[in-house]
C-alpha cells in the first residue's frame, strides 16, 4: 500500500524598488511513499517523503528563476 505526498508552491520574483512583478509561477511536486505496519516506520517514510517533495519544488522553482534571468540579462 502506498500514499502520495503533493506540495504546491506559488513564487513571485518582485522588483524592490518599483514593487512590479517581474516573474510569478506554480510548481508543483508529487511524491509517493509506503506505507506498512509500523507506525514509526510510516512516520520516517512520510517525513522523508515531504523533506524529498521540498527539494523537488526547491529546484523547479531555481530554474525557473535561472531561466528568467538568463532570457532577461541585458
Do not use: P, W
Not at 15 to 21: F, Q
Not at 34 to 45: D, G, K
Request: some cysteine; hydrophobic content about 40%; aromatic content about 6%.
Amino acid at each position: 500500500v502506498g500514499s502520495e505526498m503533493c506540495i504546491r508552491d506559488r513564487y513571485q520574483l518582485i522588483n524592490m524598488e518599483t514593487k512590479n512583478v517581474l516573474d510569478s509561477g506554480t510548481v508543483t511536486s508529487t511524491t509517493v511513499f509506503n506505507i506498512v505496519s509500523s507506525e514509526y516506520a510510516n512516520l520516517s517514510a512520510q517525513k522523508d517523503a515531504r523533506r524529498r517533495t521540498v527539494r523537488i519544488i526547491s529546484d523547479l522553482v531555481k530554474e525557473r528563476l535561472a531561466l528568467f534571468f538568463l532570457k532577461n540579462h541585458k
